[in-house]
Nanobody, 128 residues
């Protein structure tokens, strides 16, 4: 499995921006689909965004589409989540996750159960 470490969380005012990073080590990062999930206190972990192994295909939840952008830099073994126009409802712990895939296909996964590697999470707090 690949090891993942998130960074970039923090406290920001509504309307502000943050850029989360997910640094990977241990395996060939370019063989993994990467997803970002978030979990607010007392709530389930939910899908935010995902990117295929090559970076050519991305998906977003309806609540973040148009505000968040997922990307990856495979030579740097890093994925990113650029978050703009942040809202108090975006407050949560954010997790990156990875799933080993065949690079023959362009796959995207939406369920936390599909991913086998997880980071420890980074906290994002948006004040009103």
């Amino acid at each position: 499995q690949v090891q993942l470490v998130e960074s970039g969380g923090g406290l920001v005012q509504a309307g502000g921006s943050l850029r989360l990073s997910c640094a990977a080590s241990g395996r060939t990062f370019s063989s993994y689909v990467v997803g970002w999930f978030r979990q607010a206190p007392g709530k389930e972990r939910t899908f935010v965004a995902a990117i295929n192994w090559s970076g050519t295909d991305t998906r977003y939840s309806g609540s973040v589409r148009g505000r968040f952008t997922i990307s990856r830099d495979n030579p740097k073994n890093t994925a990113y989540l650029e978050m703009n126009s942040l809202e108090p409802e975006d407050t949560a712990d954010y997790y990156c996750a990875a799933k080993l895939v065949s690079t023959y296909y362009s796959s995207i996964y939406y369920s936390p159960e599909d991913y086998e590697s997880w980071g420890q999470g980074t906290q994002v707090t948006v004040s009103s």
